[in-house]
């Protein structure tokens, strides 16, 4: 599945995958991040993005040690 793909993902279908551990919270904050990078510079949909706060409550939800 492509970062694209998992953008498409219903929000029940990304919840399954995580309790299957097919995908981690941290994958899907960076799908989604790049897939921002990518077209937020046509759309401007946001005006602020902070990549590592999204990444440490990922890590958080999934129980990874923090990055800090």
Excluded: W
Excluded at 40 to 58: G, I, K
């Amino acid at each position: 599945m492509t970062d694209a793909d998992l953008c498409f993902l219903p929000a029940t279908g990304m919840i399954s995958a995580v309790k299957k551990k097919k995908l981690s919270p941290v994958e899907i904050v960076d799908a989604f991040l790049a897939r921002i990078e990518k077209i937020n510079p046509q759309v401007n949909a946001y005006c602020t993005v902070v990549p590592e706060m999204a990444r440490e409550a990922a890590r958080k939800a999934e129980g990874s040690p923090s990055k800090t």
